[in-house]
């Protein structure tokens, strides 16, 4: 049987020691981690939830205005739309919604804001006559999707 030298073993237990601290060490830094990522997830979802109750609260906004014949319905489906889709809401409430998503398919095409202010006046005239038509043939489905919408939240 061979004898080991005193010294072999006192360097493999300094060793043993040495790699023990290291592996506690980031042991506790992963621990670290794992809490701050977690209070990340939370504050994450929090800031979620606070957008989805402002695209909610804009939703209601929009829809009571519409009602109030404070918006044009152009406009309130566009933005009922896009607003929705921000939230991606299921293919069911698309559906309960379809007169927002088909006035605003529609009317998609139309210009907006500073390629608006572009057009001439017989082109305006063109798209304000094509809206009024679509507005028209939608315009009591809409409203009564309109009334459905108060209260609820997506």
């Known amino acids: ?34 809490k701050r990522q977690k209070q990340q997830l939370v504050e994450l979802e929090a800031a979620a939830e606070a957008q989805r109750d402002r695209v909610n609260t804009s939703i209601q906004i929009i829809a009571k205005t519409l009602l109030d014949e404070g918006v044009g319905l152009t406009e309130a489906s566009l933005r009922i739309r896009v607003l929705m889709d921000s939230l991606q809401v299921d293919e069911a409430v698309k559906e309960e919604f379809v007169a927002f998503y088909t006035v605003a398919d529609k009317t998609s095409h139309i210009p907006i804001l500073e390629d608006w202010k572009k057009l001439s006046r017989k082109e305006k005239f063109a798209f304000e006559k094509e809206m009024a038509r679509v507005e028209g043939e939608y315009r009591d489905f809409a409203l009564d999707a309109a009334k459905r919408i108060l209260g609820r939240n997506f």
């Open 1 to 34: 049987m061979t004898v080991v030298p005193a010294w072999i073993l006192v360097i493999a237990g300094l060793v043993i020691v040495t790699l023990s601290a290291i592996a506690t060490y980031y042991c506790l830094e992963l621990r670290k981690a794992q």
